[in-house]
């Protein structure tokens, strides 16, 4: 990013699209003002894309794009492992503009930058296979075609993405749309937006070509200026539900392709016969870590009435352990990225300590600091009619409710619309993967938690309103790819028997054939 990009207030000509999801203070003059949640300080303030702007970047991407989406597959993931070694010589530098402008603390910003160099690693090594032509059998009658699968190039994807993991989850779908042979229009978060022009100027210097990978910053209406471009031929969106939904109808609208990742209520389900000490350190790490701002975070647990009072004891504890606050190097929880998301939260809280829950642990910000540092929570004695048990929240906090065995257990996951991840601990692992069918979720973890993000060969995403589409895998490699089916006649005969004319003979022929065939 230059200086120039960074501090110019745009001149009045440059008519910048207004923004509409964040609150009022991020917007000023079509000026996008980045801040550091922890310390609620001004980083910088970058100009907002214009409509022209995110023309002139189509219109570049389009020819980077034809010469990048001619290189065979192999190529393009020997460009993709150069910028993920040149990432990883850089990852100081990326990690501490991910930090500002989240609030989160080290070790979580160590944990963008492994994530997105494994998804890096996985996507060039699988890659050029996932992409390759195959060939496929021709089955019983048509002996006299070859016939492949091609995958090809959308042509320029249109990514838009979330503040929670600023570089994961720009990188993820960048990488995978780079290595399918598009180019990309990357729409990163109006509360993150300095990762992304980061991680763009670490793969530019580290090889990529030049202009291949465009980012366009402001809010909503440059989200939806994205979506609309007859330019992109494919959206890629990750984030909210409702936010998601109109994405997906505007897509459907333009007969556009779309995946979508979205929000979540994850369950986590334990049986009496775990391991609760390892169950316990899964809920809270899956529902603390990064402030609980993880969209597989654990956000609600069901356990079997049995040990519930010991799972529920050995969770406090351990919620009463966990540091929070501005020392990024010591604490385990930091600041909360956005103020909507931190007063969504505490509502949540309120609302369920109005209807009755307990809150055993934490509850409440800590006092006297610049930046929302949410305590880690713990709340029992809660129902399905709380917030805190049917909405995303988004934040620290664990709600546990007792169950009295798996089947209730599995029926109040599946209680919601959400299904994107699930986890059951048990030792016996007969029952937990017979359990694991009958739950609606994207993927299941089986006395674990999360753990499938980092298997980066398993495809990720969710089911119902958690999303459609796979990102990671051999599917997310291919989600990022044109289907194309060729049929090629091997002989060159005259005619083909069923072509006009077609005689009693041929007639009869068929019959004969459909009777020996399929009969
Ligand atoms: P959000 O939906 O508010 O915003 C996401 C992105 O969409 C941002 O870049 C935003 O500017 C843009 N946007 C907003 N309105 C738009 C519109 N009308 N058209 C086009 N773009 C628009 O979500 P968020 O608050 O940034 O992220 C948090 C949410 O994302 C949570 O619900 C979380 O669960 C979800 N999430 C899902 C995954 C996943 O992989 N399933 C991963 C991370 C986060």
Same mark, same amino acid.
């Given at each position: 990013?230059?200086?120039?990009?960074?501090?110019?207030?745009?001149?009045?000509?440059?008519?910048?699209?207004?923004?509409?999801?964040?609150?009022?203070?991020?917007?000023?003059?079509?000026?996008?003002?980045?801040?550091?949640?922890?310390?609620?300080?001004?980083?910088?303030?970058?100009?907002?894309?214009?409509?022209?702007?995110?023309?002139?970047?189509?219109?570049?991407?389009?020819?980077?794009?034809?010469?990048?989406?001619?290189?065979?597959?192999?190529?393009?993931?020997?460009?993709?492992?150069?910028?993920?070694?040149?990432?990883?010589?850089?990852?100081?530098?990326?990690?501490?503009?991910?930090?500002?402008?989240?609030?989160?603390?080290?070790?979580?910003?160590?944990?963008?930058?492994?994530?997105?160099?494994?998804?890096?690693?996985?996507?060039?090594?699988?890659?050029?296979?996932?992409?390759?032509?195959?060939?496929?059998?021709?089955?019983?009658?048509?002996?006299?075609?070859?016939?492949?699968?091609?995958?090809?190039?959308?042509?320029?994807?249109?990514?838009?993405?979330?503040?929670?993991?600023?570089?994961?989850?720009?990188?993820?779908?960048?990488?995978?749309?780079?290595?399918?042979?598009?180019?990309?229009?990357?729409?990163?978060?109006?509360?993150?937006?300095?990762?992304?022009?980061?991680?763009?100027?670490?793969?530019?210097?580290?090889?990529?070509?030049?202009?291949?990978?465009?980012?366009?910053?402001?809010?909503?209406?440059?989200?939806?200026?994205?979506?609309?471009?007859?330019?992109?031929?494919?959206?890629?969106?990750?984030?909210?539900?409702? =936010?998601?939904?109109?994405?997906? $109808?505007?897509?459907? *609208?333009?007969?556009? !392709? +779309? /995946?979508?990742?979205?929000?979540? &209520? %994850?369950?986590?389900?334990?049986?009496?016969?775990?391991?609760?000490?390892?169950?316990?350190?899964?809920?809270?790490?899956?529902?603390?870590?990064?402030?609980?701002?993880?969209?597989?975070?654990?956000?609600?647990?069901?356990?079997?009435?049995?040990?519930?009072?010991?799972?529920?004891?050995?969770?406090?504890?351990?919620?009463?352990?966990?540091?929070?606050?501005?020392?990024?190097?010591?604490?385990?929880?930091?600041?909360?990225?956005?103020?909507?998301?931190?007063?969504?939260?505490?509502?949540?809280?309120?609302?369920?300590?109005?209807?009755?829950?307990?809150?055993?642990?934490?509850?409440?910000?800590?006092?006297?600091?610049?930046?929302?540092?949410?305590?880690?929570?713990?709340?029992?004695? =809660?129902?399905?009619?709380?917030? $805190?048990?049917?909405? *995303?929240?988004?934040? !620290? +906090? /664990?709600?546990?409710?007792?169950? &009295? %065995?798996?089947?209730?257990?599995?029926?109040?996951?599946?209680?919601?619309?959400?299904?994107?991840?699930?986890?059951?601990?048990?030792?016996?692992?007969?029952?937990?993967?017979?359990?694991?069918?009958?739950?609606?979720?994207?993927?299941?973890?089986?006395?674990?938690?999360?753990?499938?993000?980092?298997?980066?060969?398993?495809?990720?995403?969710?089911?119902?309103?958690?999303?459609?589409?796979?990102?990671?895998?051999?599917?997310?490699?291919?989600?990022?790819?044109?289907?194309?089916?060729?049929?090629?006649?091997?002989?060159?005969?005259?005619?083909?028997?069923?072509?006009?004319?077609?005689?009693?003979?041929?007639?009869?022929?068929?019959?004969?054939?459909?009777?020996?065939?399929?009969?």
């Amino acid at each position: 990013m230059t200086m120039s990009e960074r501090e110019t207030i745009p001149s009045s000509e440059r008519a910048s699209i207004s923004s509409q999801t964040a609150g009022p203070s991020l917007f000023e003059n079509g000026l996008l003002r980045c801040i550091n949640p922890a310390t609620q300080e001004t980083i910088t303030k970058l100009n907002i894309s214009t409509e022209q702007e995110i023309r002139e970047k189509t219109d570049s991407l389009k020819e980077a794009q034809e010469e990048w989406g001619a290189l065979p597959p192999r190529a393009r993931a020997k460009i993709l492992k150069k910028a993920r070694k040149h990432l990883v010589e850089r990852m100081d530098e990326v990690m501490e503009v991910i930090i500002d402008e989240t609030g989160k603390t080290e070790f979580d910003g160590i944990i963008e930058i492994l994530t997105t160099a494994e998804i890096m690693r996985f996507v060039s090594s699988a890659g050029p296979r996932a992409l390759a032509s195959e060939k496929r059998s021709m089955g019983l009658i048509m002996k006299t075609k070859r016939g492949s699968v091609q995958y090809l190039a959308f042509g320029i994807v249109g990514v838009i993405s979330p503040w929670n993991y600023p570089l994961i989850l720009a990188a993820s779908p960048v990488v995978q749309a780079l290595m399918g042979g598009n180019g990309v229009l990357l729409k990163p978060s109006e509360y993150t937006p300095l990762s992304a022009l980061k991680m763009k100027e670490v793969f530019d210097e580290g090889g990529l070509p030049s202009g291949l990978l465009q980012v366009v910053i402001g809010g909503g209406d440059v989200g939806e200026a994205v979506v609309s471009s007859p330019d992109t031929d494919l959206i890629c969106f990750i984030g909210s539900v409702k =936010v998601g939904k109109q994405i997906g $109808i505007a897509c459907a *609208e333009q007969m556009k !392709p +779309v /995946i979508l990742e979205l929000g979540g &209520k %994850d369950p986590l389900i334990v049986l009496a016969d775990a391991n609760i000490e390892r169950a316990a350190r899964a809920a809270v790490w899956g529902g603390f870590h990064n402030a609980g701002q993880t969209c597989i975070s654990v956000e609600r647990v069901y356990v079997e009435e049995p040990v519930a009072d010991q799972f529920i004891e050995r969770v406090s504890q351990l919620a009463r352990e966990t540091e929070v606050g501005a020392q990024r190097s010591v604490c385990d929880l930091g600041s909360m990225t956005t103020d909507p998301q931190a007063a969504k939260v505490l509502a949540q809280i309120s609302d369920a300590r109005k209807r009755g829950a307990n809150i055993v642990v934490g509850g409440r910000e800590l006092p006297h600091s610049e930046g929302h540092f949410i305590q880690p929570t713990v709340v029992v004695d =809660v129902d399905e009619t709380m917030e $805190i048990m049917n909405r *995303e929240t988004f934040g !620290p +906090v /664990i709600a546990i409710s007792k169950v &009295k %065995d798996a089947d209730e257990a599995v029926a109040k996951s599946n209680s919601l619309t959400y299904g994107l991840n699930a986890s059951i601990f048990t030792q016996d692992l007969k029952k937990a993967r017979r359990l694991s069918r009958h739950i609606q979720a994207g993927s299941i973890c089986i006395n674990d938690v999360e753990s499938n993000y980092l298997c980066v060969s398993l495809p990720f995403g969710g089911t119902g309103s958690s999303g459609r589409g796979r990102l990671q895998g051999i599917e997310g490699i291919r989600a990022f790819a044109q289907v194309q089916a060729v049929c090629e006649d091997r002989f060159g005969l005259k005619r083909e028997l069923w072509w006009f004319p077609v005689s009693d003979g041929i007639k009869k022929l068929f019959r004969t054939l459909i009777k020996v065939l399929y009969g």
